[in-house]
C-alpha cells in the first residue's frame, strides 16, 4: 500500500507516541529545502527510549511497505535521524534538544 505524505506523517507519528515521545513538533520545511518536505522533531527521557521510538518507527514503515529508512545516531541514541525521503525525523533527549533548540 502506497501512503501518501500526510498519512506517512500520522503513521510516523503514531508510531513515535505509541513509544511515549514527546513534545512532537511537525515542520513543513518543502518550501526552503529539496531535502525533504517535513521535518519531525520530538524528545524521547533516555537514549534507550530514543532507539525504541525508532525501532518502532522502522517497524510500521516496514510493515507499511516502505522499508527500511535511514538511520543516523542509534548507537549513541541521543540524537536518532530517520530520514524516510519525504519526512526527516529527529528523536532527542532533552539536554541535546535544548542544545541545539
Same mark, same amino acid.
Given at each position: ?13 503514531? /508510531? /513515535? ?6 513534545? *512532537?513538533?511537525?515542520? $513543513?520545511? %518543502? /518550501? ?10 520530538? %524528545?524521547?527521557? %533516555?537514549?534507550?527510549? %530514543? &532507539? ?13 511497505? &516502505?522499508?527500511?529508512?535511514? &538511520? ?15 519526512? *526527516? ?5 532533552? $539536554? ?6
Amino acid at each position: 500500500m502506497k501512503l501518501n505524505t500526510k498519512k506517512l506523517l500520522t503513521l510516523i507519528k503514531q /508510531a /513515535a507516541e505509541e513509544k511515549k515521545a514527546y513534545d *512532537i513538533k511537525v515542520l $513543513e520545511v %518543502s /518550501a526552503v529545502t529539496v531535502l525533504t518536505d517535513y521535518f519531525m522533531v520530538c %524528545s524521547s527521557d %533516555s537514549n534507550v527510549q %530514543s &532507539r525504541a521510538i525508532a525501532d518502532n518507527i522502522s517497524v510500521k514503515l516496514e510493515e507499511n511497505g &516502505r522499508g527500511a529508512a535511514l &538511520r543516523e545516531g542509534y548507537q549513541k541514541g541521543d540524537w536518532v535521524v530517520i530520514d524516510t525521503g519525504r519526512i *526527516i525525523v529527529h528523536i532527542f533527549t532533552p $539536554e541535546v534538544r535544548e542544545y541545539y533548540n
